[in-house]
């Protein structure tokens, strides 16, 4: 007799693939599911609350979320034979739950994972379970499920069971005797249904909360996977072979390991490394991870993986190559950008297979984007080791389909925070309140800087459970670096454009450091012509933000080729040239230039700048010197900045510093005692305070879930405004853009797409079009490859005005 279930589908035909079989892809989110567990491993804050049985409960979920695709309407949906089916296939297939799991407390659980694997529970959009069916009678279910055929449900109860059994799962053993009826089927989802709304659908604990969402995202996880026929990678590079390997490397250049990269290798636990710039911190850090790595892969049974976040989107691709280079092979380093992701995150949980009717929802797909879009939502989790911003990783606060797998994919993960005291208060208090998640979800926690305050160090260990241990960087007795030079006047007077000149003629490689890219770009017009008339076409160079990343990554590269550090004698010749730039030249870029004119900033930021120049001390003293700060208003916000971009007082603090030191030669050890004093005084209280105070806030209102499965789509703009302001893209690139989406394809970790955005500040929505079919905003304004954004024609009351700061 034939098996039924041979002509049930769980997806159409797709791409040149031939249709799906119901079976096939249950099998196939089975073993996505296991080999999440293998690679995220014990998960102690949701076992404890689930009696040790959450892997269990997101295996059974996983084998049963598509059960409900048996009802007929959803068949001929899938055949073509009608358009829409109507119904959530999801909540039928809480109906084999009771037959499939005896346990009522775990049966518990898996109805919460299957029912929220697509769609929020209870919401205010109209797209939630609750809205659809609460208060839905028996009869009216039964009639709105439509016909159900017993065979074939028969057929996929003996099945689920057979597969749960066979890799061991707590479940009832096949019963072939004792058929599941269609009748009892559709009795069996209501009722659970409505005890999932039930207990869902009121506040729970934190505990709990956390342990749903930990669920949800397990199983959505599975699900892309499966669907996009992908795979995670099952192997950490930076483990126990890690060390040998450097030490390796450094003992053919006749080096070796230095004091603090011995100690940070020997840390276990969380780690606080300070150490200046040019000492190799990088590699420190990364010896501490290596351990971390090892230890909590013995510990969990997982494999960890470890994060290294940034805070510009413009040094992370610079800091991907670094580490792709320390392994031998970029292809094993992630990058993790934000509006690309965000777009394949969202359209992978939507209609599944057109069963919604509004084709004017932005998570509307069909069959084919929506798998496609799966396949790229999977490579954001593939490699075991990422460089992002902390934006992505902060985004699993917003939880649900979407993102609830960006929690589970953190679990027992090494992170390493870089340069923490580049973000404003409020997102610092925000990352420091996911690092108190990221400790109780198994992860350990680094901060390097060159500089590190202590205020920031006490913050940081105070707000861990757990130790943290303080590396710092022995007296390395290098030479003197840096002779400090103060202006009265700003960047941009025309007395500092005479002297960059001078330096030039010099045959002097120049950094020029402005605070916003209006400035850049002016003094770029300004001075380029002088630079390439002296040095040549390619000696003048600029970076900014508001360049699409195809760009950047280009000028990055030239930039590195002209300017790159030298490790050993006869590497390269010094070239002279200019390199004008805005904060994003403070991370992650290992260049070394000759002298450097910055804008007055805060005293951290100055000393990332200064980091830039006479980088190994190789030569004699360099000049860094700062002008004078000028003042203006900002968009939104009461009170003064620097160039419309640091708050006044760490501004004027940091001036009034360097002011007395005029003319003296400087080191990090001063710098630091100095960054001391300042967060010592008033600012530094308020400061801290205010960093506490959005810690906290972020934490009771977003990290608690005590509405696990509710719909928070709504605090997606909110994300947006806090971290990476918006992207968007070029009105001449949109073709571009939707076919590289289409095609999802690129280097492992990289979505093609990225290529084609552009940075925006998150105020500047009003000046571009948003794209609702792509989720992009559109840029309808001038671009020059090598000069970025150069003017956007927004509306009439919104429009750019030159000069002002983008």
């Known amino acids: 007799m034939t098996d039924p279930l041979d002509r049930v589908l769980a997806k159409s035909a797709q791409r040149g693939r031939a249709p799906e079989r119901l079976t096939a892809h249950s099998s196939a989110t089975l073993r996505a599911a296991l080999q999440l567990q293998k690679r995220v491993g014990r998960l102690e804050a949701a076992e404890q609350v689930m009696n040790g049985q959450y892997w269990d409960a997101v295996a059974l ?130 009722q659970l249904l409505e005890q999932v709304l039930q207990r869902w659908g009121r506040r729970v604990s934190p505990e709990q909360g956390l342990s749903a969402v930990l669920l949800q995202g397990a199983v959505t996880l599975a699900d892309h996977l499966s669907s996009a026929h992908g795979s995670l990678d099952t192997h950490q590079p930076f483990d126990a072979t890690f060390r040998p390997k450097l030490e390796a490397g450094l003992a053919e250049q006749g080096r070796h390991l230095r004091a603090h990269q011995v100690d940070a290798a020997e840390v276990s636990g969380h780690l606080l490394l300070r150490a200046p710039t040019g000492s190799g911190k990088t590699e420190a850090v990364l010896l501490w991870a290596a351990r971390q790595a090892t230890e909590l892969a013995m510990k969990t049974g997982g494999i960890p993986r470890v994060f290294f976040t940034l805070p510009y989107l413009a040094s992370i691709n610079a800091m ?221 160079l600029l970076l900014h933000s508001r360049f699409r990343r195809m760009d950047r990554n280009r000028i990055e590269k030239r930039i590195r080729e002209r300017f790159a550090t030298v490790d050993a004698p006869g590497q390269h010749a010094r070239r002279p040239g200019l390199l004008i730039a805005t904060q994003v030249v403070e991370v992650s870029l290992d260049i070394d230039l000759d002298v450097l004119f910055t804008a007055a900033a805060p005293l951290e930021a100055l000393l990332q700048r200064f980091g830039r120049i006479n980088r190994t001390a190789a030569r004699q003293p360099a000049d860094v010197i700062v002008h004078a700060p000028t003042w203006t208003t900002r968009r939104g916000q009461a009170g003064d900045f620097a160039d419309g971009i640091y708050p006044r007082q760490s501004v004027e603090d940091a001036w009034h510093r360097l002011v007395g030191h005029h003319g003296n030669l400087i080191d990090e050890t001063q710098a630091t005692a100095w960054l001391n004093a300042i967060y010592a005084g008033d600012w530094g209280q308020q400061w801290s305070a205010e960093v506490t105070d959005h810690r906290d806030s972020f934490e009771r209102a977003l990290l608690t879930f005590p509405a696990p499965f509710a719909d928070r789509t709504h605090l997606t703009e909110t994300f947006d405004e806090l971290f990476d302001g918006t992207e968007a893209i070029l009105d001449q690139d949109r073709d571009a853009y939707a076919q590289a989406l289409a095609d999802a394809g690129g280097a492992p970790g990289r979505l093609n797409a990225d290529q084609y955005l552009i940075p925006m500040p998150h105020w500047a929505g009003p000046l571009t079009t948003y794209e609702r079919t792509l989720n992009i905003r559109i840029i309808h304004g001038d671009y020059d490859p090598d000069l970025g954004l150069l003017a956007v024609r927004g509306r009439p009351q919104s429009a750019y005005r030159p000069g002002e700061i983008l």
């Open 320 to 540: 991907a190559d670094r580490l792709g280079d320390l392994l031998g092979d970029r292809h094993l380093i992630g990058i993790a950008h934000s509006r690309a992701a965000s777009y394949h995150l969202t359209t992978a949980i939507g209609s599944p297979d057109g069963t919604d009717d509004d084709t004017h929802d932005p998570c509307h797909a069909d069959a084919a984007a929506k798998a496609l879009a799966r396949a790229a939502a999977t490579r954001l989790t593939k490699e075991t080791t990422r460089v992002g911003t902390p934006y992505q990783l902060l985004r699993a606060a917003l939880a649900g389909p979407a993102h609830a797998g960006l929690l589970v994919d953190a679990a027992n993960s090494v992170f390493i925070l870089d340069e923490l005291h580049a973000y404003d208060p409020r997102r610092l208090g925000y990352i420091l309140a996911a690092a108190k998640l990221w400790e109780r979800l198994g992860g350990r926690i680094a901060v390097v800087s060159a500089t590190l305050p202590d205020v920031l160090a006490e913050l940081f260990s105070t707000n861990l459970a757990s130790p943290t241990r303080l590396v710092d960087a022995p007296d390395l007795a290098l030479p003197d670096r840096h002779r400090l030079a103060v202006r009265p006047h700003h960047l941009t007077d025309p007395q500092t454009v005479d002297e960059i000149r001078e330096s030039l003629d010099r045959g002097q490689s120049v950094l020029v450091v402005a605070n916003n890219v209006a400035h850049a770009r002016d003094l770029f017009a300004e001075l380029a012509p002088h630079a390439r008339e002296r040095h040549g076409d390619d000696a003048a």
């Open 61 to 190: 979920a996983a084998v049963s979320h598509d059960a409900g695709k048996v009802a007929a309407g959803f068949q001929d949906m899938l055949a073509g034979r009608s358009r829409s089916w109507g119904e959530r296939h999801e909540v039928l297939s809480l109906g084999f739950l009771p037959a499939l799991v005896p346990d009522p407390e775990l049966r518990s659980w898996v109805a919460a994972g299957v029912a929220t694997h697509h769609r929020p529970l209870t919401g205010t959009t109209g797209r939630d379970l609750e809205l659809l069916y609460a208060g839905a009678l028996l009869e009216e279910l039964a009639d709105r499920f439509g016909p159900l055929d017993d065979r074939t449900i028969a057929a996929a109860d003996l099945w689920l069971r057979t597969a749960a059994t066979t890799v061991g799962l707590p479940c009832a053993a096949p019963r072939p005797h004792d058929a599941l009826t269609s009748e009892r089927l559709v009795a069996a989802a209501h």
